[in-house]
């Protein structure tokens, strides 16, 4: 049997990956010339440095990037903390906090007003409970109240960055996911962990060397263009300039986006809106004892990391910033800053980068048109974190999209 992966994205990293390891001869074809898709790393030479395409975070307790990093030998290449901790800088208040929740599973740091968001009390808290239910088609402002200071000062911007949507108007069955995989099993599970050197380093080289020394064929540059159907299977992957039969053994996972899902394979669903995210890369070498990751409250930035010779911003559901002038955006995004770092001098060299359609956009009508990794033909199934995941657009949900599709593809009932 030949498992045929269109899409070297993480979703279909992760499956070819996964049927590998069972064995089974595996064709790994993706259109671009480097895999890795939204999860990319690449040498800029305006900066002339090595960077992100934009500043993707995990944590300890996402089980699939877990067993990810483990079956491509990569476990110590994401790195972070050693306790959950999550420091802010408040532009409204001009001060600096820090969250602290326990390890375990029970939440005794909401008693201790340091270790909690300022100006919270421990009533504030009883949302994560609310949204650790099933709301099936309702929005996070129909179920917890958002004139709260925690709510201004730590969901709503979590929130933010997690489902890349605004929270007032996103799915609350997608945030309890969120809540049920960290707050809900302690701060062992929430530790921030970012990728070392890069994300290429982390996910992409280590797979990609793993999938060649297991006999993979890794394909870049060849596009699908069409996929030929006949008796209920895929019979033929059409790429540029060459046509490849599928043999009745042999399966089909699609790991593409899904504008290019819809256009490959008549009659999928898949989501509609999008919403971009943009990155600011500062080519610096951040201060002394700077922190490698702090939440901005009140200002343009969102989230600040400091890499070993950079600092970089992330601003999610970035629409409001993509037809702004890179001088101007550049600026704007500086002085949060050098305010979050006690920086001053001159702005450094910068790239921005933005991604339009970053992700689709986390709505309940949205979340409703994800499909799910079995479709109508036999042999052909999809993966993509944009798939019926339980989970918003993330690395763990790509990653386990990838792992659902391949098991299915090798005749398992699940992940």
Request: aromatic share 6%; with cysteine; net charge neutral.
């Amino acid at each position: 049997m030949t498992v045929h992966v269109i899409g070297g994205g993480l979703a279909g990293l992760s499956a070819a990956i996964a049927v590998a390891g069972r064995g089974e001869r595996v064709i790994l074809s993706e259109a671009a010339r480097h895999a890795g898709g939204r999860c990319r790393s690449y040498h800029d030479g305006m900066l002339d440095m090595t960077i992100d395409n934009g500043n993707h975070l995990v944590l300890s307790g996402n089980m699939a990037v877990d067993r990810y990093l483990r079956d491509i030998g990569a476990e110590g290449r994401v790195t972070g903390p050693e306790r959950p901790e999550f420091h802010f800088f408040d532009f409204q208040l001009g001060n600096r906090w820090t969250l602290r929740p326990d390890d375990g599973p029970v939440p005794w740091w909401i008693l201790h007003a340091d270790r909690r968001v300022p100006g919270t009390r421990v009533r504030d808290y009883l949302a994560l409970l609310v949204l650790m239910r099933r709301h099936p088609g309702r929005r996070i402002d129909e179920i917890v109240r958002r004139d709260t200071v925690l709510w201004e000062k730590f969901l709503r911007p979590v929130l933010l960055s997690a489902l890349n949507t605004a929270p007032e108007a996103a799915s609350a069955d997608l945030a309890g996911a969120i809540v049920r995989e960290t707050f809900a099993k302690g701060g062992r599970h929430m530790r921030p962990l970012i990728s070392t050197p890069n994300l290429a380093a982390a996910f992409v080289d280590p797979a990609i060397d793993r999938l060649q020394r297991q006999g993979a064929e890794v394909r870049l540059g060849r596009s699908l263009r069409a996929v030929r159907f006949a008796d209920g299977r895929a019979a033929a992957l059409a790429f540029d300039g060459e046509e490849q039969a599928v043999q009745p053994e042999d399966r089909v996972i699609v790991a593409v986006p899904p504008w290019a899902a819809e256009k490959l394979l008549p009659g999928v669903s898949a989501p509609q809106t999008f919403h971009a995210i943009l990155n600011a890369h500062f080519q610096i070498v951040p201060p002394p004892q700077a922190l490698a990751m702090v939440g901005v409250i009140g200002g343009t930035a969102e989230w600040v990391f400091a890499f070993e010779d950079r600092l970089s911003v992330t601003v999610s559901a970035a629409d409001h910033l993509m037809d702004v002038d890179t001088d101007p955006l550049t600026l704007l995004l500086w002085r949060d800053v050098a305010v979050v770092h006690d920086l001053t001098g001159p702005v450094p060299p910068c790239r921005i980068v933005k991604e339009k359609r970053a992700t689709f956009a986390a709505t309940p009508a949205e979340d409703a048109r994800r499909p799910p990794a079995r479709t109508e033909w036999a042999n052909l199934f999809l993966a993509g974190d944009w798939t019926d995941t339980g989970l918003p657009a993330t690395i763990e949900g790509a990653l386990r999209s990838g792992n659902r599709a391949a098991a299915l593809a090798l005749g398992g009932a699940s992940a």
